[in-house]
């Protein structure tokens, strides 16, 4: 048995919610074409703010997941 290879990808996570939503975009949109995604790290939060007030909460994600690299 081979062992196992993991590749990052960091990706940014928009909610007008929270920031929970904002980790669940993140993910989601990677896991429609990235497979095996395995792990998620959050790693920045931050707030777009308008006449005073918070209008969309943005995370960094960052993702892991399985490389199978193309056998050609």
Do not use: C, H
């Not at 960091?10 to 990235?34: I, L």
């Not at 308008?50 to 909460?57: A, I, M, R």
């Amino acid at each position: 048995m081979t062992d196992s290879v993991y590749k990052f990808i960091e990706m940014v996570g928009t909610s007008k919610v929270g920031w929970e939503d904002a980790v669940v975009s993140a993910v989601e949109t990677a896991s429609k074409s990235v497979r095996d995604t395995r792990v998620a790290q959050v790693k920045e939060f931050d707030v777009k703010i308008e006449d005073g007030k918070v209008v969309l909460y943005r995370v960094v994600v960052r993702l892991s997941f399985k490389y199978n690299p193309s056998k050609e």
